[in-house]
Protein backbone atom coordinates (compact mmCIF):
# COMPACT_ATOMS: atom_id res chain seq x y z
CA UNK A 1 0.00 0.00 0.00
CA UNK A 2 2.88 2.63 0.91
CA UNK A 3 4.61 2.04 -2.23
CA UNK A 4 1.53 2.41 -4.32
CA UNK A 5 0.63 5.37 -2.27
CA UNK A 6 4.18 6.85 -2.91
CA UNK A 7 4.15 6.06 -6.34
CA UNK A 8 0.87 7.71 -6.92
CA UNK A 9 1.83 10.78 -5.34
CA UNK A 10 5.17 10.53 -7.31
CA UNK A 11 2.91 10.24 -10.46
CA UNK A 12 1.04 13.62 -9.57
CA UNK A 13 3.68 15.10 -8.76
CA UNK A 14 5.13 14.86 -11.92
CA UNK A 15 2.22 16.17 -13.71
CA UNK A 16 1.36 19.06 -11.68
CA UNK A 17 4.93 20.33 -10.52
CA UNK A 18 7.51 21.77 -13.36
CA UNK A 19 10.52 20.03 -11.24
CA UNK A 20 11.47 19.45 -7.34
CA UNK A 21 13.99 22.27 -7.94
CA UNK A 22 14.52 25.59 -9.79
CA UNK A 23 16.90 23.89 -12.15
CA UNK A 24 15.05 20.90 -13.43
CA UNK A 25 11.85 23.00 -13.55
CA UNK A 26 14.33 25.07 -16.05
CA UNK A 27 15.46 22.19 -17.94
CA UNK A 28 11.88 20.93 -18.34
CA UNK A 29 10.49 24.40 -19.28
CA UNK A 30 12.89 24.12 -22.52
CA UNK A 31 10.86 22.19 -24.61
CA UNK A 32 7.70 24.25 -23.96
CA UNK A 33 10.00 27.18 -24.39
CA UNK A 34 10.89 26.23 -28.05
CA UNK A 35 7.28 25.75 -29.08
CA UNK A 36 6.65 29.64 -27.92
CA UNK A 37 5.86 29.15 -24.63
CA UNK A 38 6.73 31.78 -21.41
CA UNK A 39 7.06 30.76 -17.91
CA UNK A 40 6.35 32.44 -14.40
CA UNK A 41 7.81 29.74 -11.89
CA UNK A 42 6.38 29.66 -8.46
CA UNK A 43 8.35 27.74 -5.35
CA UNK A 44 5.59 25.70 -3.36
CA UNK A 45 4.71 26.42 0.01
CA UNK A 46 2.70 27.87 2.67
CA UNK A 47 2.38 30.53 5.07
CA UNK A 48 5.30 30.99 7.16
CA UNK A 49 4.50 30.24 10.85
CA UNK A 50 7.57 31.33 12.41
CA UNK A 51 10.78 33.24 11.50
CA UNK A 52 12.72 30.23 10.18
CA UNK A 53 10.14 29.18 7.97
CA UNK A 54 9.99 33.08 6.22
CA UNK A 55 14.23 33.04 6.27
CA UNK A 56 13.80 29.33 3.93
CA UNK A 57 11.02 30.85 1.98
CA UNK A 58 13.38 34.12 1.19
CA UNK A 59 16.84 31.84 0.37
CA UNK A 60 14.27 29.79 -2.17
CA UNK A 61 13.00 33.18 -3.57
CA UNK A 62 16.44 34.92 -4.03
CA UNK A 63 17.86 31.22 -5.35
CA UNK A 64 15.03 31.21 -7.60
CA UNK A 65 15.30 34.52 -9.32
CA UNK A 66 19.20 33.95 -9.51
CA UNK A 67 18.58 30.87 -11.31
CA UNK A 68 16.09 32.14 -13.42
CA UNK A 69 18.02 35.63 -14.84
CA UNK A 70 21.16 33.15 -15.03
CA UNK A 71 19.51 30.86 -17.18
CA UNK A 72 17.53 34.15 -19.53
CA UNK A 73 21.36 35.26 -20.06
CA UNK A 74 22.74 32.34 -20.69
CA UNK A 75 20.39 30.87 -23.22
CA UNK A 76 18.84 27.67 -20.99
CA UNK A 77 15.35 29.08 -22.01
CA UNK A 78 15.18 31.44 -25.48
CA UNK A 79 16.66 34.72 -25.68
CA UNK A 80 14.19 37.21 -26.03
CA UNK A 81 14.23 40.89 -27.60
CA UNK A 82 11.73 42.30 -24.49
CA UNK A 83 12.45 41.35 -21.55
CA UNK A 84 10.60 40.90 -19.19
CA UNK A 85 7.48 40.93 -21.02
CA UNK A 86 8.81 37.87 -23.26
CA UNK A 87 11.24 36.56 -21.10
CA UNK A 88 10.86 34.17 -17.83
CA UNK A 89 9.55 35.54 -14.49
CA UNK A 90 9.29 34.70 -10.75
CA UNK A 91 5.95 34.57 -8.83
CA UNK A 92 6.26 35.06 -4.74
CA UNK A 93 3.85 34.77 -1.66
CA UNK A 94 3.82 37.82 0.83
CA UNK A 95 2.55 35.55 3.16
CA UNK A 96 5.21 33.22 3.09
CA UNK A 97 7.98 35.83 3.21
CA UNK A 98 6.50 37.02 6.87
CA UNK A 99 4.94 35.08 9.76
CA UNK A 100 2.34 37.85 10.78
CA UNK A 101 1.49 38.78 7.38
CA UNK A 102 -2.14 40.20 8.92
CA UNK A 103 -3.63 43.63 9.19
CA UNK A 104 -3.00 44.16 13.23
CA UNK A 105 1.10 44.03 12.34
CA UNK A 106 0.74 46.44 9.50
CA UNK A 107 3.44 48.94 10.91
CA UNK A 108 5.81 45.64 11.50
CA UNK A 109 4.87 44.21 7.71
CA UNK A 110 5.54 47.35 6.20
CA UNK A 111 8.52 47.27 7.41
CA UNK A 112 10.78 44.13 7.87
CA UNK A 113 8.30 42.47 5.06
CA UNK A 114 8.43 45.52 2.56
CA UNK A 115 12.29 45.08 2.94
CA UNK A 116 12.27 41.76 1.61
CA UNK A 117 10.15 42.53 -0.81
CA UNK A 118 12.51 45.24 -2.42
CA UNK A 119 15.29 43.16 -1.72
CA UNK A 120 13.47 40.65 -4.18
CA UNK A 121 12.32 43.21 -6.63
CA UNK A 122 16.19 44.75 -7.24
CA UNK A 123 17.06 41.28 -7.31
CA UNK A 124 15.05 40.44 -10.86
CA UNK A 125 15.27 43.95 -11.65
CA UNK A 126 18.92 43.19 -11.56
CA UNK A 127 18.37 40.56 -14.32
CA UNK A 128 15.40 42.35 -16.12
CA UNK A 129 13.12 39.07 -15.35
CA UNK A 130 9.23 39.80 -13.79
CA UNK A 131 8.39 39.24 -10.60
CA UNK A 132 4.89 39.03 -9.80
CA UNK A 133 2.92 39.48 -6.35
CA UNK A 134 0.54 36.75 -6.07
CA UNK A 135 -2.74 37.12 -5.04
CA UNK A 136 -4.02 35.37 -0.94
CA UNK A 137 -7.23 35.68 0.76
CA UNK A 138 -9.16 38.86 1.01
CA UNK A 139 -8.40 39.99 4.39
CA UNK A 140 -4.89 40.66 2.81
CA UNK A 141 -6.10 42.75 0.13
CA UNK A 142 -5.62 45.95 1.10
CA UNK A 143 -2.10 45.28 2.93
CA UNK A 144 -0.69 43.26 -0.58
CA UNK A 145 -1.45 46.52 -2.29
CA UNK A 146 -0.19 48.81 0.52
CA UNK A 147 3.33 46.71 -0.10
CA UNK A 148 2.88 46.71 -3.75
CA UNK A 149 2.09 50.72 -4.18
CA UNK A 150 5.92 51.42 -1.66
CA UNK A 151 7.10 48.61 -4.58
CA UNK A 152 6.19 50.76 -7.00
CA UNK A 153 7.62 54.00 -5.03
CA UNK A 154 11.34 52.67 -4.95
CA UNK A 155 13.25 54.71 -6.98
CA UNK A 156 16.14 52.37 -7.51
CA UNK A 157 13.81 49.64 -9.80
CA UNK A 158 12.16 52.50 -11.49
CA UNK A 159 13.38 52.05 -15.14
CA UNK A 160 12.68 48.39 -14.86
CA UNK A 161 9.15 47.18 -15.70
CA UNK A 162 9.03 43.38 -14.29
CA UNK A 163 6.72 44.09 -11.12
CA UNK A 164 3.29 42.37 -11.52
CA UNK A 165 0.71 41.83 -9.18
CA UNK A 166 -2.06 39.25 -9.23
CA UNK A 167 -6.06 40.05 -9.36
CA UNK A 168 -8.76 38.13 -8.80
CA UNK A 169 -11.98 38.19 -10.91
CA UNK A 170 -14.17 36.80 -7.91
CA UNK A 171 -13.82 39.51 -5.47
CA UNK A 172 -16.40 41.69 -6.05
CA UNK A 173 -13.75 44.90 -5.86
CA UNK A 174 -11.88 43.42 -9.20
CA UNK A 175 -13.00 46.29 -11.22
CA UNK A 176 -11.76 48.64 -9.24
CA UNK A 177 -8.80 46.83 -8.08
CA UNK A 178 -7.75 47.47 -11.90
CA UNK A 179 -8.56 51.39 -12.53
CA UNK A 180 -6.73 51.77 -9.13
CA UNK A 181 -3.88 49.33 -10.43
CA UNK A 182 -3.71 51.52 -14.17
CA UNK A 183 -4.02 54.51 -12.00
CA UNK A 184 -0.65 53.59 -10.03
CA UNK A 185 1.30 52.60 -13.07
CA UNK A 186 0.68 56.10 -14.65
CA UNK A 187 1.68 57.78 -11.23
CA UNK A 188 4.83 55.37 -11.20
CA UNK A 189 5.60 55.26 -14.95
CA UNK A 190 5.59 52.07 -14.86
CA UNK A 191 4.23 49.58 -17.40
CA UNK A 192 2.68 46.89 -14.40
CA UNK A 193 2.14 43.46 -15.19
CA UNK A 194 -1.26 42.01 -14.05
CA UNK A 195 -2.19 38.75 -14.13
CA UNK A 196 -5.99 38.30 -14.06
CA UNK A 197 -7.71 34.78 -12.40
CA UNK A 198 -10.64 33.57 -11.45
CA UNK A 199 -9.73 32.75 -7.52
CA UNK A 200 -8.32 30.34 -5.87
CA UNK A 201 -9.72 30.57 -2.62
CA UNK A 202 -13.48 30.43 -3.10
CA UNK A 203 -14.41 27.82 -0.28
CA UNK A 204 -12.13 29.14 2.40
CA UNK A 205 -13.35 32.41 1.55
CA UNK A 206 -17.12 31.54 2.08
CA UNK A 207 -16.62 29.20 4.84
CA UNK A 208 -14.65 32.28 7.37
CA UNK A 209 -17.21 34.68 5.82
CA UNK A 210 -19.98 32.31 6.89
CA UNK A 211 -18.21 31.47 10.18
CA UNK A 212 -17.58 34.79 11.11
CA UNK A 213 -21.60 36.02 10.79
CA UNK A 214 -20.37 38.85 8.10
CA UNK A 215 -23.60 40.23 6.87
CA UNK A 216 -22.46 40.01 3.04
CA UNK A 217 -19.64 38.02 0.87
CA UNK A 218 -16.62 39.99 -0.57
CA UNK A 219 -16.75 37.00 -3.39
CA UNK A 220 -19.16 36.16 -6.01
CA UNK A 221 -20.88 33.57 -5.18
CA UNK A 222 -21.80 32.55 -8.51
CA UNK A 223 -19.43 30.79 -11.27
CA UNK A 224 -20.80 32.94 -13.88
CA UNK A 225 -21.08 36.68 -12.14
CA UNK A 226 -16.96 35.53 -11.45
CA UNK A 227 -16.64 34.73 -15.41
CA UNK A 228 -18.63 37.85 -16.01
CA UNK A 229 -16.26 40.24 -13.67
CA UNK A 230 -13.82 38.62 -15.72
CA UNK A 231 -14.29 40.05 -19.14
CA UNK A 232 -15.55 43.18 -17.60
CA UNK A 233 -12.02 43.44 -15.81
CA UNK A 234 -10.30 42.27 -18.95
CA UNK A 235 -12.21 45.12 -20.79
CA UNK A 236 -10.60 47.55 -18.53
CA UNK A 237 -7.11 46.27 -18.73
CA UNK A 238 -7.13 45.99 -22.54
CA UNK A 239 -8.57 49.76 -22.55
CA UNK A 240 -5.58 51.11 -20.40
CA UNK A 241 -3.52 52.08 -23.45
CA UNK A 242 -0.67 50.22 -22.63
CA UNK A 243 0.00 51.69 -19.11
CA UNK A 244 -0.35 47.80 -18.00
CA UNK A 245 0.52 44.71 -19.18
CA UNK A 246 -2.76 42.14 -19.46
CA UNK A 247 -2.17 38.71 -18.42
CA UNK A 248 -5.03 36.48 -18.79
CA UNK A 249 -4.88 33.21 -16.70
CA UNK A 250 -7.73 31.01 -18.08
CA UNK A 251 -8.56 27.53 -19.29
CA UNK A 252 -12.00 28.38 -20.17
CA UNK A 253 -11.92 28.64 -23.89
CA UNK A 254 -14.79 30.97 -24.15
CA UNK A 255 -13.06 33.54 -21.87
CA UNK A 256 -10.24 33.06 -24.37
CA UNK A 257 -12.33 33.24 -27.24
CA UNK A 258 -14.06 36.42 -25.52
CA UNK A 259 -10.98 38.18 -25.49
CA UNK A 260 -9.21 37.64 -28.11
CA UNK A 261 -12.20 38.92 -29.62
CA UNK A 262 -12.61 41.79 -27.44
CA UNK A 263 -8.81 42.81 -27.96
CA UNK A 264 -8.93 42.86 -31.42
CA UNK A 265 -8.37 39.66 -32.46
CA UNK A 266 -5.22 39.23 -35.47
CA UNK A 267 -5.09 42.81 -35.37
CA UNK A 268 -3.87 43.14 -31.83
CA UNK A 269 -0.02 43.17 -31.48
CA UNK A 270 1.95 40.25 -29.47
CA UNK A 271 2.94 42.93 -27.04
CA UNK A 272 -0.26 43.92 -26.33
CA UNK A 273 -1.70 41.39 -23.81
CA UNK A 274 -0.78 37.58 -23.15
CA UNK A 275 -2.02 33.98 -22.12
CA UNK A 276 -1.60 31.80 -19.09
CA UNK A 277 -2.43 28.59 -17.90
CA UNK A 278 -1.41 26.15 -14.95
CA UNK A 279 1.44 23.79 -15.49
CA UNK A 280 -0.10 20.58 -16.26
CA UNK A 281 -3.50 21.95 -16.74
CA UNK A 282 -4.01 24.56 -19.76
CA UNK A 283 -1.73 22.93 -22.54
CA UNK A 284 -4.09 20.80 -24.33
CA UNK A 285 -6.21 24.54 -24.51
CA UNK A 286 -3.34 26.56 -25.08
CA UNK A 287 -1.67 24.22 -28.39
CA UNK A 288 -4.69 25.61 -30.66
CA UNK A 289 -3.33 29.46 -29.28
CA UNK A 290 0.28 29.53 -29.23
CA UNK A 291 1.38 28.80 -32.52
CA UNK A 292 1.71 30.83 -35.27
CA UNK A 293 -0.69 28.77 -37.67
CA UNK A 294 -3.53 29.17 -35.05
CA UNK A 295 -4.44 32.01 -32.92
CA UNK A 296 -0.73 32.86 -32.59
CA UNK A 297 -0.95 34.38 -29.19
CA UNK A 298 1.92 34.44 -26.50
CA UNK A 299 1.22 32.50 -23.42
CA UNK A 300 2.64 31.21 -20.49
CA UNK A 301 2.56 28.53 -18.29
CA UNK A 302 2.36 28.69 -14.30
CA UNK A 303 5.15 26.88 -13.27
CA UNK A 304 5.38 25.10 -9.43
CA UNK A 305 8.60 24.40 -7.71
CA UNK A 306 9.14 21.73 -4.69
CA UNK A 307 9.23 18.27 -3.30
CA UNK A 308 6.28 15.69 -3.16
CA UNK A 309 6.06 17.17 0.50
CA UNK A 310 4.64 20.17 -0.81
CA UNK A 311 2.40 19.20 -3.33
CA UNK A 312 -0.65 18.22 -1.23
CA UNK A 313 -2.51 22.24 -0.59
CA UNK A 314 -1.28 23.38 -3.62
CA UNK A 315 -3.04 20.59 -5.49
CA UNK A 316 -6.49 21.00 -3.33
CA UNK A 317 -6.63 23.91 -4.45
CA UNK A 318 -6.37 23.06 -7.53
CA UNK A 319 -9.16 20.25 -7.34
CA UNK A 320 -11.36 22.69 -5.35
CA UNK A 321 -11.20 24.94 -7.89
CA UNK A 322 -11.21 22.79 -11.31
CA UNK A 323 -13.27 19.95 -9.89
CA UNK A 324 -16.87 21.65 -9.17
CA UNK A 325 -19.50 20.88 -11.78
CA UNK A 326 -19.19 24.38 -13.15
CA UNK A 327 -15.63 24.83 -14.19
CA UNK A 328 -15.02 24.95 -17.28
CA UNK A 329 -12.51 22.43 -17.45
CA UNK A 330 -15.21 20.08 -16.08
CA UNK A 331 -17.56 20.56 -17.87
CA UNK A 332 -15.88 19.72 -21.21
CA UNK A 333 -14.99 16.38 -20.13
CA UNK A 334 -18.56 15.74 -19.29
CA UNK A 335 -20.11 13.95 -22.44
CA UNK A 336 -24.05 15.36 -21.31
CA UNK A 337 -22.34 19.48 -21.96
CA UNK A 338 -23.83 20.62 -25.56
CA UNK A 339 -21.17 22.57 -27.13
CA UNK A 340 -23.76 25.41 -26.87
CA UNK A 341 -23.87 25.25 -23.25
CA UNK A 342 -19.47 25.52 -23.56
CA UNK A 343 -19.88 28.22 -25.57
CA UNK A 344 -22.44 30.26 -23.98
CA UNK A 345 -21.60 33.70 -22.84
CA UNK A 346 -22.00 34.29 -18.76
CA UNK A 347 -24.45 37.32 -19.87
CA UNK A 348 -26.93 34.61 -21.08
CA UNK A 349 -26.48 31.56 -18.34
CA UNK A 350 -26.68 34.79 -15.75
CA UNK A 351 -29.62 35.82 -17.63
CA UNK A 352 -31.14 32.28 -17.61
CA UNK A 353 -30.34 31.59 -13.84
CA UNK A 354 -32.69 31.02 -11.55
CA UNK A 355 -33.20 33.53 -8.87
CA UNK A 356 -31.39 33.11 -5.58
CA UNK A 357 -33.38 30.99 -3.22
CA UNK A 358 -35.82 30.16 -5.92
Known amino acids: LRVGLSAA ?54 NAIHAVGAAASDGLVAR ?41 ARLAARYDIGLTIDAEEVDRLDLTHDLFEALCADEVTRDWHGLGIVVQA ?19 GRRLMVRLVKGAYWDSEIKRAQLAGLADFALFTRKEHTDLSYLVCAQRLLAAGGAVYPQFATHNAQTVAAIWRMAGGPEAPRTAYEFQC ?7 LYDEVVPPDRLYRPARIYAPVGGHDALLAYL ?28 RAPQARIAAADEPGA
Request: aromatic share 6%; proline share 4%; net charge neutral.
Open 278 to 284: LHGMGEP
Open 80 to 120: FADRPVEGPGVSVKLSALHPRFVRAQRATVMSVLLQRLTGL
Open 170 to 188: YQRAAPELIDHLVDLAQRS
Open 9 to 62: IGRIGRHFIAGATIESALRHAARREALGYRHSFDMLGEAAVCEADAARYLDLYQ
Open 316 to 343: VRRLLENGANSAFVNRIADPQTSEAELT
